[in-house]
């Protein structure tokens, strides 16, 4: 039986110029490959099959357009090949859809063989990295030391977060003895589970709660113009974030701090200028001298740009009788005879 752990990578800058050329590389190969088939196969009505499809990639690396193919790890990109293959199995099998092509702005991800990777003591080494990737392992009963993986699959979601997944091949689990016993569960909404015992199970309700959050953000994207440095900003705000923890050395980078200090807080009240009006006053009912604007101070208020002091007895206007919340109710004309 194949199992697999997958836990969070924390690559260094370098390795991830390094991870960042190969999932480009991956998505280049995985788009050229398909346009290809498609054309092959719509064009000349044949099939590919995987020595074809690995001999175009033989030919793309050997082009000089893309001769850059060969700066990354070749295992990841025979991967590419062999992935692509397999889905179109499914595919024609009735599996699965049509396979699609690969976005940059989606999940990033690379395939390494025993031959792309080395795992001694725990320690990960991959094609073209001289230091080892660091990750935090989350099975304390299983000694990272102990497993074999023989594949190794680095990704990126969305969000900027690095994932590393090891298959190990383990041994079958052994069935547990029967115990003769028998408990019926019936799943509901107001409590997650029901036993046949009369044991309740509550419903956390997480689900609902991360939708409403997920519809929020998703509204907010949606204002956004496609494409620009808003809609991804608001794209990463609807993603999760990691728990707040203590740093484990070696894992999370330290933060950098500037050597000139903190920088001093600017805010509307601190603008060139601003000081010499005062701060924004606040309407109440009864002050009859407040408009939507700057205030000058009382020593200034004659002669503020060839403008007479405002009148203290002049009735208020409509509007400023709305805002105030004092209007009063209209006259009635006096008739005509």
Known sequence: MRT???CRAYPTPEQESVLNRTFGCVRVVWNRTLAWRHARYYGEQTRTDFAQANAYLT???ASED??????VSSVPLQQAIRHQQVAFGNFFAGRARYPRYKS???RQSAEYTRSGFRYRDGRLFLAKMSTPLEFAWSWPD????SIDPTTVTVSRDPCGRWYVSFAVDVADPEQLPATGAVVGVDLGITDFAVTSDGEKIPNPRRLARRERNLARYQRRMARCQKGSANQAKAKGEGCPRPPEGPRQPGRFPAPRLDPAGP????DRDRRPGREEYGPQPVARQGDLRLRLGRVPPPDRVQGVQGRAAPDRDRPLVPVQQDLLGVRTPARRAAPVH
């Open 59 to 61: 030919a793309m690396k």
């Open 142 to 145: 299983i000694d990272p030391a």
């Open 66 to 71: 893309l001769d850059w193919l060969n700066e």
């Open 104 to 106: 940059r702005t989606g």
């Open 4 to 6: 697999s752990y997958k």
């Open 263 to 266: 920088r001093p807080r600017r």
